[in-house]
Nanobody
Framework: QVQLVESGGGLVQPGGSLRLSCEAS????????MGWYRQAPGKQRELVAV???????NYADSVKGRFTISRDNAKNTTYLQMNSLKPEDTGVYYC????????WGQGTQVTVSS
């Protein structure tokens, strides 16, 4: 059972940047892919970025060109670099394993506002 801990969120002005971190522990097997999800107030949780074991990435259209997902396998850590942030990026950000979707962590709050 993998344990996921998200961090790095906060309050940022429109156009600003944040880097989120996801630390995974307790996994018996190598994690082949990781994803970042977000849930805006009153909205359904959505997948925003995925990175697979060879390092290939996919992004939701709403964040393409602004967000970059990366990973450090030695640290079991996945990152999400968010640039040119918009108010609509506001929400709680979570990481999880696409296709498996084990227990969710606490998430980290991202608020984009002036």
């Amino acid at each position: 059972q993998v344990q996921l801990v998200e961090s790095g969120g906060g309050l940022v002005q429109p156009g600003g940047s944040l880097r989120l971190s996801c630390e995974a522990s307790g996994s018996r097997f190598r994690i082949n892919a990781m994803g970042w999800y977000r849930q805006a107030p009153g909205k359904q949780r959505e997948l925003v970025a995925v990175i697979n074991s060879p390092g290939g990435t996919n992004y939701a259209d709403s964040v393409k060109g602004r967000f970059t997902i990366s990973r450090d396998n030695a640290k079991n850590t996945t990152y999400l670099q968010m640039n040119s942030l918009k108010p609509e990026d506001t929400g709680v950000y979570y990481c999880n394993v696409p296709g498996l979707l084990g227990p969710w962590g606490q998430g980290t709050q991202v608020t984009v506002s002036s």
